[in-house]
């Protein structure tokens, strides 16, 4: 039972991470493994559900779309050694561990989980919705001296509309919003590695549970040209409230502090696609597009500790008889690529891409797997 609970401690719960000792609220909306093979989202992705995140304006564009409950898995660190990972937490066999990190000269893992709890609908006609449910953790080793590490679950309802104030045969301009309301469970720790493992082997149930409610905005405008160029913006979370009660995984607390809300990080993120004409295949082709986007302009204008070219992207995907699908793109100066094979309304995505977890290209790469198995209409 202690061993499910060490367990259960270290890769379910989370949210965010504790800078200077204080907890910063933060939504974990990943985005789907089709969309990782070419590097992530575009405000000019109008081809999946998963779209509506990105940039709701772009709502005005797509065809209906229906999310039914499917497993999604995306796992990030050393993965030739990920058995010995698990084996060793789990067992906490520290000289196991010790071995790991020097092996491979330090730890940055990451597990994202989108269980058999999320759905949603896109109407066609400017309406979409979707309920999400991630369960992740995200750990930082350098060495047994040091850890940085945060676990959890949240659940994210997210109602999106989009206006169109021009919609003619050759253009439309059309602008949204969406309104996210969430509620998220939290676990963090900063120090000695060995200290968390004596911590979670006598008794995980004194560390810290912080569960936040809130509510956040995104809003976007979309612009498509002759059906072929599509140029789009999406400002995230320029205004959110988010309310935080401090706890113990042993004695969770729901007093939440109202008089002092904290707030989610805003971005301002643009984009451009560009749609190859592909009639003259003959339906072997069905799709085929390029898309750029630079996903965050505060980057440029703030504090300067984020490199700006990690901030940009760009991708391809290929798709033959509307059935395999191929995908390349880079974001955050990484590689990403992935496939996909899709046979009526079932669906198997799967990708390979990098994740850079430091502040400048290169500094912490981190190699990323995920599998996506569902269905989507």
Not at 109 to 122: A, Q, Y
Request: charged content about 15%; overall charge negative.
């Amino acid at each position: 039972m202690k061993k499910i609970a060490v367990i259960f401690s270290i890769f379910v719960l989370s949210a965010s991470v504790i800078f200077a000792g204080e907890f910063k609220p933060e939504l974990h909306t990943n985005p789907s493994v089709r969309q990782q093979g070419f590097g992530g989202f575009y405000t000019s992705d109008i081809d999946n559900f998963y779209g509506m995140y990105a940039n709701p304006a772009a709502l005005g564009k797509r065809r209906a779309h229906s999310l039914f409950p499917g497993l999604n898995v995306q796992v990030g660190g050393p993965l030739k050694d990920s058995v010995n990972i698990v084996n060793a937490f789990s067992t906490m066999d520290s000289s196991a561990i010790g071995d790991i990190i020097s092996r491979n000269n330090g730890l940055n893992l990451n597990l994202d989980v989108e269980p058999l709890l999320s759905f949603g609908h896109i109407s066609g006609f400017g309406f979409g919705w979707g309920f999400t449910t991630q369960a992740f953790v995200n750990a930082t080793v350098p060495g047994v001296a040091l850890a940085d590490m945060n676990a959890g679950v949240e659940a994210v309802l997210t109602l999106g509309f989009a206006f169109p104030i021009i919609n003619s045969d050759n253009l439309l301009l059309s602008v949204g919003a969406t309104a996210k309301g969430f509620i998220q469970g939290a676990t963090s720790y900063t120090g000695s590695l060995v200290d968390l493992m004596d911590t979670l082997a006598a008794d995980p149930s004194g560390m810290p549970l912080y569960i936040s409610t809130g509510f956040s905005f995104d809003a976007g405008v979309f612009l498509s040209i002759c059906n072929t160029i599509d140029v789009s913006a999406t400002y995230y979370d320029p205004f959110s409230m988010v309310f935080v009660s401090n706890g113990k995984i042993g004695s969770p607390s729901f007093e939440f502090d109202f008089t002092n809300a904290k707030h989610l990080d805003p971005r301002l993120a643009a984009g451009v696609a560009y749609h190859i004409p592909v009639a003259w295949t003959n339906g072997v082709i069905t799709s085929f597009k390029v898309m750029a986007d630079y996903r965050n302009f505060y980057t440029l204008f703030g504090d300067g500790h984020r490199n700006p070219w990690l901030e940009l992207s760009c991708g391809t995907e290929l798709v033959l008889a509307n059935i395999v699908s191929f995908r390349f793109g880079m974001s955050e100066m990484l590689p990403a690529a992935g496939i996909g094979l899709k046979f009526g309304t079932f669906n198997i995505d799967m990708s390979m891409y990098g994740k850079e977890l430091g502040l400048e290209p290169g500094s912490a790469p981190c190699l990323n797997a995920a599998v996506f198995v569902g269905f989507t209409y």
